[in-house]
């Protein structure tokens, strides 16, 4: 691990390992850490010196499953850096094709990953055997985000009709409208689903521990492809001044960079999104976190999970909205128009995990000279390390399997991106 | 939903998804397998699918055809290289890892869409033995020397369903 060199220029690492340490002797916690051990992945040195039309194709491979989130957060920044604008059909497009990423993330994480948790089982096949109805349901709600991707991005992962200032192609009238009648039909599934976590939600730990939420917000609208930094702790700040709200840093136990704000750390994420923006809801969203019993500022990790199915609901109707103004518009055929020149752009968007920076500079000729990326995941790494530390005292009295499970789910809870860690997370016990 | 391809999935019969990892040395035999196969006329009907790393998505690639051939490489305790053609009620999985994003196991998405009745009537999977998967761009020799034959079992698999 020492031997990793950690430079504030390489971006930071978004898929892979992570473990679980927890040490602990004579009912003492001795240690417990949360590590981050994948090998620096260098985006931001892949994209210096490309052309800017290449920069999204390349930043949207960081992840393949925020692949939307990045190429478009990497369209914002290079169209910042550019001074092109977008017309209102374009942003309305985008912000679609946001929500079918967020609905794709969202129920193959609650319901491919926590809910084996819910039900104690090991993985989401066994689910099929004891569970079948609700299996089928979220693979109806998964199919109908992949196929939405696919219409609005040209495929499920790694967008191909995204492009600086509009689309190579968008979806016709008719497609659209079909897209509508299907999300309209998904909403009594959503239901089912929502219910069946409600049933189930017990089975989530009440753990609490105040900390700080930083995510877009929005005076107009549940800021998920525009807005401005909001802090629960600081209030708002321009999307400019990122470098200064993450701090990032780097911790000889991880290779992942950290990040900290107003106190020793903060969380992003469909939580954070909804503690600062809940108001903003779509009525049957916001009628769902009433169910739930979830009110802003919710200071437990666990309800991320619930803050996520609140917004495949919340994407699904506003998605619903969205189609009908740009039906009621009427879609045109629109060919962007901008000049290339010089200057630097810094772009922010809202991913399942949180919220994500992109950062460039071009040259008068197009060419990517200086790139930065502040991703969500590690942006919570020490919320997580810091949660893990309040919460393994109080499980010392569990058999070991369930202290496992407990650390392991609320590490689950948040998400991250580092996505294969339900199995490779490993909990040592000296 | 897009009508083009609808209409391209009603008619292909046949779907040949090759997963790998062309990052994780033999791992990539499925996807060098696909680039062979770019070069083959293929009959009508014969969709070919880099299923790249695979995982749940697969599920509902499957879901859209009668028949489908699955390319892989699999530790099925043979000689690096050997290539064996199999349907997955031939194998049981030894695979002991949970369910993860990017790492299931194929044999489960397969059982997943038996269980909720939308499995293909027929899939085969053509396999090779790996020598070494880990972080590399190329496939040891003996993998590279199985490219033509697991070509050439897959252009049978598709002779057998089109005859």
Same mark, same amino acid.
């Given at each position: 691990?020492?031997?990793?060199?950690?430079?504030?220029?390489?971006l930071t690492r978004v898929e892979g390992h992570g473990n679980i340490?927890?040490?602990?002797?004579?009912?003492?916690?001795?240690?417990?850490?949360w590590q981050v051990t994948e090998a620096p992945r260098m985006f931001?040195?892949?994209? !210096?010196?490309?052309? *800017?039309?290449?920069?999204?194709?390349v930043m949207s491979r960081i992840c393949g499953i925020c692949s939307i989130g990045h190429a478009?957060?990497?369209?914002?920044?290079?169209?910042?850096?550019?001074?092109?604008?977008?017309?209102?059909?374009?942003?309305?497009?985008?912000?679609? &094709?946001? /929500? $079918?990423e967020n609905m794709q993330s969202h129920i193959l994480h609650v319901g491919y990953l926590v809910a084996p948790d819910?039900?104690?089982k090991g993985s989401v096949f066994p689910l099929?055997?004891?569970?079948?109805?609700?299996v089928?349901?979220i693979i109806?709600?998964h199919r109908?985000a992949n196929?939405?991707s696919d219409?609005?991005c @040209?495929r499920t992962t790694h967008p191909?009709?995204?492009?600086?200032?509009?689309?190579?192609?968008?979806?016709?009238?008719?497609?659209?409208?079909?897209?509508?009648? +299907?999300?309209?039909?998904?909403?009594?599934?959503?239901?089912?689903?929502?219910?069946?976590?409600?049933?189930?939600? /017990?089975?989530?730990?009440? #753990?609490? !521990?105040?900390?700080?939420?930083?995510?877009?917000?929005?005076?107009?609208?549940?800021?998920? *492809?525009?807005?401005?930094?909001?802090?629960?702790?600081?209030?708002?700040?321009?999307?400019?001044?990122?470098?200064?709200?993450?701090?990032?840093?780097?911790?000889?136990?991880?290779t992942a960079?950290?990040?900290? /704000?107003?106190?020793?750390?903060?969380? =992003?994420g469909?939580?954070? +999104? #909804?503690?600062?923006?809940?108001?903003?809801?779509?009525?049957?969203? +916001?009628?769902?976190?009433?169910?739930?019993?979830?009110?802003?500022?919710?200071?437990?990790?666990?309800?991320?999970?619930?803050?996520q199915?609140?917004? *495949?609901?919340?994407?699904?109707?506003?998605?619903? &909205?969205?189609?009908?103004?740009?039906?009621?518009?009427?879609?045109?055929?629109?060919?962007?128009?901008?000049? =290339?020149?010089?200057?630097?752009?810094? @772009? $922010?968007?809202?991913v399942p995990r949180g919220?994500l920076?992109?950062?460039?500079?071009? %040259?008068?000729?197009?060419?990517?000279?200086?790139?930065?990326?502040?991703i969500p995941t590690n942006?919570n790494h020490? %919320?997580i390390?810091?949660?893990?530390?309040?919460?393994?005292?109080?499980?010392?009295?569990?058999?070991?399997?369930?202290?496992?499970? %407990?650390?392991e789910m609320?590490v689950r809870a948040y998400d991250p991106c580092i996505s294969c860690s339900t199995h490779y997370l490993t909990?040592?016990?000296? | 939903?897009?009508?083009?391809?609808?209409?391209?999935?009603?008619? &292909?019969?046949?779907?040949?998804i090759t997963i790998g990892n062309e990052l994780m040395g033999d791992d990539g035999a499925g996807p060098a397998v696909f680039?062979?196969?770019?070069?083959?006329?293929?009959?009508?009907? =014969?969709?070919?699918i880099d299923g790249g790393t695979g995982g749940m998505s697969l599920l509902h690639v499957i879901?859209?055809?009668?028949?489908?051939?699955l390319v892989d490489c699999a530790d099925?305790?043979?000689?690096?290289?050997?290539?064996?053609?199999?349907?997955?009620?031939?194998? !049981?999985s030894l695979k002991e890892i949970e369910y993860s994003l990017h790492q299931l196991d194929l044999l489960e998405v397969i059982a997943l869409s038996?269980?909720?009745?939308?499995?293909?009537?027929?899939?085969?999977i053509?396999a090779?033995?790996p020598?070494r998967i880990e972080p590399a761009t190329?496939l040891?020799?003996?993998?590279?020397? &199985?490219?033509?034959?697991?070509?050439?079992?897959?252009?049978?698999?598709?002779?057998?369903?089109?005859?």
């Amino acid at each position: 691990m020492s031997e990793i060199a950690i430079k504030v220029d390489h971006l930071t690492r978004v898929e892979g390992h992570g473990n679980i340490i927890l040490n602990a002797k004579n009912g003492a916690i001795e240690k417990v850490q949360w590590q981050v051990t994948e090998a620096p992945r260098m985006f931001e040195s892949f994209v !210096r010196g490309r052309h *800017y039309h290449q920069v999204s194709h390349v930043m949207s491979r960081i992840c393949g499953i925020c692949s939307i989130g990045h190429a478009l957060c990497s369209l914002k920044a290079t169209e910042a850096a550019m001074s092109v604008t977008i017309s209102e059909q374009t942003e309305l497009l985008r912000k679609v &094709a946001l /929500h $079918a990423e967020n609905m794709q993330s969202h129920i193959l994480h609650v319901g491919y990953l926590v809910a084996p948790d819910l039900f104690r089982k090991g993985s989401v096949f066994p689910l099929i055997e004891t569970h079948p109805d609700a299996v089928l349901k979220i693979i109806a709600l998964h199919r109908l985000a992949n196929e939405m991707s696919d219409l609005l991005c @040209g495929r499920t992962t790694h967008p191909i009709t995204l492009m600086v200032g509009g689309f190579t192609s968008t979806p016709s009238e008719r497609e659209l409208s079909s897209l509508r009648d +299907r999300l309209s039909n998904i909403l009594p599934v959503c239901d089912e689903v929502n219910q069946l976590l409600l049933d189930n939600v /017990h089975m989530l730990p009440d #753990f609490t !521990r105040e900390t700080e939420y930083i995510g877009l917000t929005s005076d107009t609208e549940y800021a998920l *492809y525009d807005g401005v930094i909001g802090s629960t702790d600081t209030g708002t700040h321009p999307v400019e001044d990122y470098e200064s709200i993450a701090n990032e840093y780097v911790v000889p136990y991880s290779t992942a960079k950290f990040a900290s /704000h107003a106190r020793e750390s903060y969380m =992003v994420g469909a939580l954070a +999104r #909804f503690n600062l923006n809940a108001e903003k809801l779509t009525s049957g969203a +916001r009628a769902w976190a009433q169910k739930f019993g979830l009110s802003p500022i919710s200071y437990n990790p666990f309800m991320n999970n619930v803050a996520q199915l609140i917004e *495949y609901y919340h994407s699904v109707e506003d998605s619903i &909205a969205l189609i009908d103004t740009i039906l009621n518009k009427g879609l045109k055929n629109e060919t962007p128009s901008y000049a =290339v020149k010089a200057g630097r752009g810094v @772009g $922010a968007v809202e991913v399942p995990r949180g919220i994500l920076f992109h950062d460039y500079t071009y %040259n008068d000729k197009g060419f990517c000279t200086r790139a930065n990326c502040v991703i969500p995941t590690n942006q919570n790494h020490k %919320n997580i390390n810091l949660d893990l530390e309040a919460l393994a005292p109080t499980l010392l009295g569990l058999a070991e399997k369930e202290i496992e499970l %407990n650390l392991e789910m609320l590490v689950r809870a948040y998400d991250p991106c580092i996505s294969c860690s339900t199995h490779y997370l490993t909990v040592e016990f000296t | 939903m897009n009508p083009e391809k609808d209409e391209l999935h009603e008619a &292909a019969a046949i779907a040949v998804i090759t997963i790998g990892n062309e990052l994780m040395g033999d791992d990539g035999a499925g996807p060098a397998v696909f680039e062979a196969l770019r070069k083959e006329p293929l009959p009508p009907g =014969v969709d070919v699918i880099d299923g790249g790393t695979g995982g749940m998505s697969l599920l509902h690639v499957i879901k859209d055809y009668p028949h489908v051939i699955l390319v892989d490489c699999a530790d099925f305790g043979g000689n690096p290289g050997e290539v064996k053609v199999f349907v997955p009620e031939e194998v !049981r999985s030894l695979k002991e890892i949970e369910y993860s994003l990017h790492q299931l196991d194929l044999l489960e998405v397969i059982a997943l869409s038996q269980r909720i009745g939308e499995a293909p009537r027929t899939i085969h999977i053509v396999a090779v033995q790996p020598e070494r998967i880990e972080p590399a761009t190329t496939l040891t020799r003996k993998v590279s020397a &199985a490219l033509p034959l697991m070509v050439k079992e897959v252009l049978k698999q598709i002779m057998k369903m089109t005859q």
